[in-house]
């Protein structure tokens, strides 16, 4: 809708504008209008002044009843706080591990973000789902509040029960899934028998997605007990994850039909044969679908693009159900036997790719053999495996140098591998923080992409003592934009890294809480 002198504009502004406003804004218009003798300029600026002022103008209907004022946080922290003035750039630059950081800090102290930060903090919540968690525990009752107003922000408000009230069972009742997921998660720690007839009660009113997940839960305290209901889900759900999660989870308990069906299949495909060097077992696969295949969440038609032949197929859908402890057991082979084993027989591929998927945490040995062999061959997601590891184990299988971490990939590795809130050592951060003055020195920076890309989050994950000691590189003044760009973001992120930890146990500055109006 045009504003209302519009029409003044398309007949001429000789004549001095007239607008129909208040004294007190007739008189800040008139001081306007004296600055210039040119009609059209006065008018233009005058049409500005109005326009922005029309734009600000709220009307409310009166039948709506304005929002409840938030009540402030006395835990806010304000601009004398030494965090303050690097919180603002730092959720709009990132990283979002730094980010991440800054929200378990605030929290820690029992402090939350300050008002004026909140909606750029809310924007990174809704543009990285991993920053959540964190991000919910920093904000306060002032975020949550503000969080109803824009529906992107939406997740604050449904997440709001993880910070308030985690044992309340309208989360189950009315939350979100996440809130489910995680209600269910402690229900199950607390009775694992309660929390499956919760979850069952419900099942059939859930949509697929909410079914897998929620399933997934019952891998905590996984019991005989379980059979039953993931039998039944096996057999009957309609989603075709939920079966194959199901049947994970039942191969999981050895004395489940499931489980015993799936090793009278795998069985016989494995054979003892002698030969000059005494007996060696010897692995086929299938020649021919088993219709009983389809009760066990085993697809007898490969997939047209897949890259296995139909009978690598069928037995690498077999391999990925049975736990790995039943291949060391049966064969008496450990982890790193049974890999070189299997890279000489005909079948590697379906192996390698079925033992890739089953492996989980608890299977050190195999992580290890897994990391030791580099076999990239078949898809080998090094990043998947190194998280499975304590941050000691991991750091045995990289090199200590920039140089060799960015050559080979596994710098991406390290990044990948590590979840928000980890950290290098101290000792592990040290040489590489010592190889970066090399890269630097030796203009290493100037020709790899790959390391300049990844220096914002090398400093995110940076053990905080090793970066106290960081000196910055003197810098020549000849660096190309991108080298230089990238020096200066390590220096950013580093630097509110030292301090965050510089002032870790400084108490919050506080701010007495805003009264509600009367």
Known sequence: MSAPWMKQALVGVDRAPSFQVDSEVAGLLDAVLAQSDDPALAFSRAAGIMTACRLAAVTLDPAVTPPVPAVGDAGELTQEHPWFPLLGPSFVEGPVRL???????????????????????????????TLRTALLAAIGQRGRWL????????????????????????????GSLAQRVDYLRRQRAIDAAQARDLLQA????????????????LAQELGKADETLLASLLLKDRSRDVRQLAARLLAQLPQSAHAQQLVAWLQPLLAQKRGLLGRSWQCDAPTQADPAWA?????????????????AW???????????SWWTSHTGMNAAELLAWAAKGDWKAALYRGWHERVDAADRDWIEAMLASRDREFGYEMSGLLAMLPMAAREKHWPRTLDQLSK??????IVASCALGETLSADFSRALLA????????????????????????????????????????????????????????????????????????????????PEPR
Request: with cysteine; hydrophobic share 40%; net charge negative.
């Open 314 to 324: 069928w037995l690498y859908q077999l391999v990925r159900q049975v736990p790995l």
């Open 147 to 174: 969080a109803q107003f824009n529906s992107a922000w939406q997740f604050a408000v449904d997440g709001a029960g993880e910070v308030d009230a985690s044992n309340d069972r309208r989360l189950w009742d009315e």
């Open 408 to 413: 080979d990939g596994t710098l991406v590795e």
């Open 99 to 129: 980010q991440h950081e800054i929200c378990e800090r605030v929290a820690a102290i029992r402090a939350c973000l300050p008002a004026p930060l909140l909606p750029v903090a809310l924007d990174a919540g809704k543009r990285s789902q």
């Open 202 to 217: 419900q099942f059939g009113e859930l949509p697929a997605k909410e079914r897998l997940e929620l399933v997934a839960v």
């Open 295 to 311: 009760s066990a969440a085993i697809d007898a038609t490969r997939p047209q693009h897949d890259s296995l032949g139909e009978r």
């Open 435 to 514: 190889d970066l003055h090399t890269c630097v020195e030796n203009d290493r920076l100037r020709y790899d992409f790959g390391l300049r890309a990844q220096l914002p989050e090398l400093a995110a994950l940076m053990h905080p003592d090793a970066l106290a000691e960081w000196r910055s590189p003197s810098l020549r003044g000849d660096e190309t934009p991108a080298q230089a760009e990238s020096i200066r973001e390590f220096e950013r992120v580093a630097a509110v890294r030292r301090t965050l930890h510089a002032h870790h146990a400084r108490p919050p500055i506080l701010i007495d809480p805003i």
